[in-house]
């Protein structure tokens, strides 16, 4: 496996792809990775000919106060996992890279409706900053095919409503959540928990199963379900930021007669903030 930094090196092997007629996968991440992105690495391995990897931690996604300065960077061992995963190249540009005539001057690409709420409520900006990136990264790897991780579903939905309103030719495809064995979402951030906060983390999904039990078996009062939610949450020693039931391809807010919903929520363990979502389809 190659890595570059700079544009024109990327270019250069991007050509050199595309010469020899081969299909190119690409995988954005913000490096510190785990088996949920070298899941990714995978499915593209299997999808194209060409897989290239992208580890930058973006600072325009991240707001005043959140963890951009302690946001954990392990190159190296990226490095190996991508290797071993059957990555190809893997880029790593710097923020001049990236934002040559700095932030303040960046032309920002906002996507509207998507972005409204959940976490884009939560914190504000961060999806212009995350569509920004991305289209920024797609025009300069240009590949045929990107995968990003249903974890963050939201985003992903971002990003498959910019892909289709600016018409690129790229096919964007959702992977599933990868789960530790007692269920807890992987996350970068995981590693923020101390001990006794990772024994408490899988609590997120535990009480998530249970309001998809009772909808599933019949339970239209998502006011009641919330609030027990957010008491048996509390009770696990988090602190909710949101819980919502949306429509899974439109992201709508779902209603009564909603069939095919995801439900999303987002809640804070001491200082570590953690998101997970479940499809519920009926």
Do not use: W
């Amino acid at each position: 496996m190659n890595t570059v930094q700079t544009l024109a090196q990327l270019r250069s092997c991007v050509a050199q792809a595309r010469s020899a007629g081969k299909r190119i996968a690409f995988v954005p991440t913000m490096g510190n990775l785990h088996a949920g992105h070298i899941a990714l690495i995978t499915q593209a391995v299997a999808r194209a000919d060409f897989v290239i990897a992208s580890i930058f931690v973006n600072p325009l996604q991240f707001g005043p106060n959140e963890d951009l300065d302690s946001y954990p960077r392990t190159l190296a061992a990226d490095q190996s996992k991508l290797e071993a995963a059957g990555c190809n190249l893997l880029f790593t540009p710097s923020a001049q890279d990236i934002y040559p005539n700095g932030m303040a001057q960046q032309t920002i690409v906002s996507v509207p409706g998507v972005s409204s709420g959940l976490c884009g409520g939560s914190r504000p900006g961060h999806f212009d900053g995350v569509s920004t990136v991305v289209c920024k990264l797609f025009n300069m790897v240009q590949p045929d095919l990107a995968l990003f991780g249903e974890k963050d579903y939201q985003q992903l939905a971002v990003i498959r409503k910019m892909v289709a309103d600016l018409n690129m030719p790229i096919e964007i495809c959702g992977v599933a959540i990868v789960r530790d064995s007692d269920g807890l979402a992987l996350s970068s951030r995981n590693g923020y928990l101390n001990a006794q906060q990772r024994a408490d983390a899988p609590a997120l999904q535990q009480c998530m199963q249970s309001v998809k039990t009772h909808i599933k078996n019949g339970n239209r009062d998502y006011a009641a379900l919330f609030a027990q939610f957010n008491s048996d949450l509390q009770a696990a020693g988090f602190r909710l930021d949101y819980v919502e039931l949306r429509d899974a391809l439109s992201l709508e807010p779902a209603d009564t007669d909603s069939r095919n919903m995801v439900l999303l929520a987002a809640a804070y363990l001491g200082t570590t903030r953690l998101i997970d979502n479940l499809i519920i389809d009926l």
